[in-house]
């Protein structure tokens, strides 16, 4: 005779199991947010439009929810309205910059390239070429990334240009200190105003810049060393911990002024002080090959950030952290299409009730919105 089958007692225990598995301290295992897809979000989009990549998506102060696109990746048959002569009764590429409110709706746009900055925008179908990442800083200055292009714009907030850091296609490597190399993750400090960027792409390296004339502060690689171009190695799971960055990709700093690095190829976080002192790091699936692990860092909007939201654009998924010792408590999402699903997530934003908003680099293309139960 067959024992009687236990209820299903949902994803909650699940991730509470997960909790006590990674040694959780019990105080926290009630804490541990549980996260459900809002398939309503976003609402479509106007005037026929369609968006390609979603590189990037960021949550000012007032809970807007900035995103850029690249709509080079966009291809004729979507592109049909556009064509000469038409093809098809959709569609128009999409803004470079949309904002949109927490139901969905557009609520702001912003094109480029404009008077006074370059912003190389693609000119083919297919290009990976245009902005990358999006910051809302506490004077409500914006400030986009463009990595394959080596240089970041400062805009006010009516979208006039008031900024460049970096020269467009000039790369002099990790230790020069006017031009940049595949810039990446944006934050503003709100007490010193200085740019941190996690200049990644193409050098290896974090570099801060005073955010109002954009001089030079200073810079780190891996372990708040000096980093060496020439001794960058592909990952090897098998091998020592590397000691220099592979591709520093998202950048976010702590209320209590620690500097979360994600080192994507190295499939690690590390943690740094504001002068760039090394405090620890955490290794995660170091089994993972391909693109590595940690996209991008957000924090829970609690008042310790109580937790670190890890995207993990390689394995799919978004990973919860406890932040006080970098343990893995919780995770959501897979490999898919539907709703709930990643196509390489690559981005995250987190509003001020603790809903987070992810975007994805790759075929799926997708915003989507998950809701704390």
């Known amino acids: 005779m067959n024992a009687p089958q236990k209820p299903y007692v949902g994803a909650t225990v699940l991730l509470i199991s997960a909790a006590i598995a990674a040694c959780v301290p019990a105080s926290a295992l009630a804490q541990v947010p549980v996260f459900e897809v809002d398939a309503t979000w976003p609402k479509p989009l106007p005037n026929n439009w369609i968006a390609g990549l979603t590189l990037g998506v960021h949550v000012d102060s007032n809970d807007q929810i900035w995103v850029v696109q690249n709509f080079g990746t966009l291809g004729r048959i979507e592109l049909g309205a556009i064509q000469d002569p038409p093809i098809a009764e959709c569609c128009v590429p999409a803004p470079a910059v949309m904002v949109f409110d927490t139901d969905g709706n557009v609520v702001k746009t912003w094109e480029g390239p404009g008077e006074g900055y370059v912003w190389p925008l693609p000119t083919e179908p297919g290009s990976a070429d245009g902005v990358h990442n999006v910051f ?86 891996a372990y708040g060393e000096r980093p060496d171009d020439s ?108 709703a709930g699903q990643f196509t390489r997530v690559h981005s995250l934003g987190v509003d001020s009730r603790g809903n987070i908003y992810t975007a994805e680099a790759a075929d799926g293309r997708r915003l989507q919105k998950f809701t704390p139960r």
């Open 136 to 221: 809302v800083d506490h004077n409500d200055f914006v400030w986009v990334s463009t990595h394959s292009h080596h240089n970041i714009n400062k805009f006010a907030p009516d979208g006039s240009h008031v900024l460049t850091i970096g020269d467009p296609d000039r790369n002099g490597g990790s230790n020069d200190t006017s031009l940049l190399g595949g810039p990446a993750g944006l934050y503003v400090h709100p007490r010193t105003n200085e740019l941190y960027v996690s200049d990644g792409y193409v050098n290896h390296r974090v570099i801060v810049f005073d955010a109002e004339t954009g001089e030079y502060k200073r810079h780190w690689g």
């Open 231 to 338: 001794a960058v190695r592909p990952y090897d799971p098998d091998a020592p911990v590397a000691r220099q960055f592979s591709n520093v990709h998202g950048l976010n700093v702590s209320r209590d002024d620690l500097v979360y690095v994600a080192d994507r190829g190295n499939n690690r976080i590390q943690v740094f002080t504001l002068s760039g002192e090394f405090v620890t790091e955490k290794i995660i699936a170091p089994r993972t090959l391909g693109s590595g692990v940690p996209f991008d860092i957000e924090f829970s909007p609690d008042p310790e950030q109580t937790f670190l939201y890890v995207a993990d654009g390689t394995n799919m998924k978004v990973r919860i952290l406890q932040r006080d010792n970098l343990e893995i408590v919780g995770e959501f999402g897979r490999a898919g299409r539907q």
